[in-house]
């Protein structure tokens, strides 16, 4: 079988959802680092509850509501101020640094995305970065209303890439 085309996560793979952490260490002090740990594991687990309970509210909530969790935990007030901050910079993740080399030279193929990030956060995401021209799309999980590792939402990146 020839390859149709490869398909990316984005989140952790071509960008690195830690890079929250410096902004986290300015705004929280030395709790910051493990605000942006708990912020990641909850916002994985809430995507599997969810998904389990088929109980979906898109990315952008979930990730929300998992740093509400990860700054309560640690005793700091979930402020509107706070959380905007450290949200709007989730929007604007750092790129790992082997992303753009990598894809650079997989350009012959067609690149696709498959995340679960919202649809309005994976299009600022993907093109407030050096990536924006690589991919041909970019396919949230948003479209079945379940988060990865749930097979419907590998499916679409096999009906979306052909």
């Not at 020839?2 to 989140?11: E, G, K, M």
């Amino acid at each position: 079988m020839a390859i149709r085309a490869l398909v990316f996560d984005a989140y952790g793979t071509l960008y690195d959802v830690h890079s929250v952490r410096s902004l986290a260490t300015d705004l929280c002090g030395d709790r910051g680092e493990l605000v942006t740990q708990l912020w990641r594991l909850k916002q994985l687990e809430y995507t599997w509850l969810r998904t389990l309970m088929r109980s979906y509210e898109d990315f952008w909530s979930v990730t929300r509501e998992s740093l509400v969790f990860a700054l309560k935990s640690v005793g700091i007030e979930p402020a509107a101020s706070l959380c905007d901050a450290l949200m709007n910079r989730y929007l604007h993740l750092d790129l790992y640094k082997e992303a753009e080399q990598a894809l650079g030279s997989l350009r012959d193929h067609k690149l696709a995305i498959l995340s679960n990030g919202s649809p309005g956060m994976l299009k600022t995401l993907v093109t407030s970065s050096p990536l924006a021209g690589f991919f041909t799309q970019v396919i949230s999980v948003d479209q079945v209303k379940l988060y990865k590792p749930e097979p419907a939402c590998y499916a679409l990146g096999r009906v979306n890439t052909t």
